[in-house]
């Protein structure tokens, strides 16, 4: 196994006339054995990034070392690496246990039997050693994805790279499959660098997130981390669904007054002060239906999930969205006050976009009280 350390990272595409900064600066350090996930919105550097750790684009500056050795210059086949696509690029003229034993008949003079006998066993960990005979084409799509990942595994490498493995799979098996992969990796116990678009998959699967923006990192943490303390306006809206409602306030003193009538008095002023105008968020879970509660909103949309219902409303030119318990079910186009809690405001600088105040951490359950004695 290995810890990456990604140093200065720099990667710019294009000629002389034009450059494109893909990644800019990103320093990172990713344990040995650590599943790291790489998430952000389209184009913002986090597949560029795993494929300069693969060898598989030229960095611009910077450099990128395993276990302490420097491999920014090594061709991709001199790093023990071994990377799972969104595209599964399984050979389609061989069957099962050919797709998964190629990657050790192409770089090793292990015998056939030897190499049989280690398929076997890689098939029997994924739980398709019956589908050994097969072709992909008579293969359903997380049946691929284990090929794919059965061909990584095999060769034991130093490090796993995933750039949206799961994202050509239906929304029930991509959720199974995130828990095998997890059980996987962590049964492995290999460095994993995985990338997504998907915010939710990456807070489900990873040990610590790395948020990128437009080639630049934002910020790595476990998904309470990035959730719970998120370093600025960016990350705070990217992470969570729904997403974090925000909007600009006044400043008075110890009050803030918003769009559409919103006020709100801080118990605790110090961290307004040295602000005029501030950028308010507060999460849908955090917000709840109170007579009082200083956020008045105009009801458009109820979409009911069963479990809980999310409530659409306008506050002046604000949209907003609350999460709330089921039984909650105003009419479309009812006027509603919001309440929420002062620990569960986010608060961030109007100019820099950074965090002013996030959300007060709460107290660990201590679960050893569930666990039961023999």
Not at 92 to 112: A, D, E, W
Request: aromatic share 6%; hydrophobic share 35%; glycine share 10%.
């Amino acid at each position: 196994m290995a810890t990456i350390d990604i140093t200065n990272l720099r990667k710019e595409f294009g000629d002389d006339g034009e450059q494109i900064v893909a990644v800019d600066d990103v320093n990172l350090e990713i344990e040995d054995g650590e599943f790291l996930v790489f998430v952000g919105p389209s184009g913002c550097g986090k597949t560029t990034t795993l494929r300069c750790v693969a060898g598989l684009e030229d960095v611009t500056d910077g450099s990128i070392e395993f276990d302490g050795n420097d491999v920014t210059d090594q061709r991709a086949r001199d790093r023990d690496v071994a990377m799972v696509f969104q595209n599964y690029a399984l050979y389609p003229h061989m069957t099962v246990r050919k797709n998964i034993g190629f990657p050790l008949r192409l770089s090793t003079k292990q015998s056939t039997e030897a190499i049989n006998e280690r398929v076997e066993e890689v098939a029997e960990m994924l739980g398709i050693e019956e589908l050994l005979g097969d072709q992909p084409k008579e293969l359903s799509g997380g049946q691929q994805q284990r090929v794919a990942l059965g061909r990584a595994i095999i060769r034991d490498p130093e490090v796993f790279l995933m750039d949206e493995p799961l994202s050509n799979l239906d929304a029930k098996l991509r959720s199974t499959m995130r828990t095998e992969l997890q059980e996987l990796q962590s049964e492995l116990g290999v460095t994993t660098c995985y990338v997504t678009h998907d915010q939710t998959e990456a807070m489900a699967m990873g040990d610590r997130i790395a948020v990128l923006n437009e080639g630049e990192l934002q910020q790595v943490g476990t998904a309470s981390d990035v959730y719970r303390s998120p370093t600025n306006e960016f990350v705070a809206g990217f992470i969570g669904s729904p997403s974090i409602n925000t909007f600009t306030a006044e400043v008075e003193g110890a009050t803030l007054h918003g769009p559409g009538g919103f006020e709100y008095t801080f118990d605790d002023p110090s961290v307004l002060e040295g602000h005029d105008r501030i950028r308010v968020g507060i999460r849908p879970e955090d917000m709840r239906l109170d007579a009082d509660g200083g956020m008045p909103g105009l009801v458009t949309v109820v979409e009911e999930m069963g479990n809980e219902n999310f409530l659409y409303a306008t506050m002046g030119e604000i949209d907003l969205t609350a999460r709330v318990e089921s039984k909650m079910h105003p009419d479309e186009g009812m006027s509603v006050d919001f309440g929420f809690d002062e620990e569960d405001i986010y608060l961030f600088d109007i100019d820099t976009q950074q965090s002013v105040k996030t959300k007060t951490s709460e107290t660990d359950v201590d679960y050893r009280q569930f666990v039961a004695n023999d």
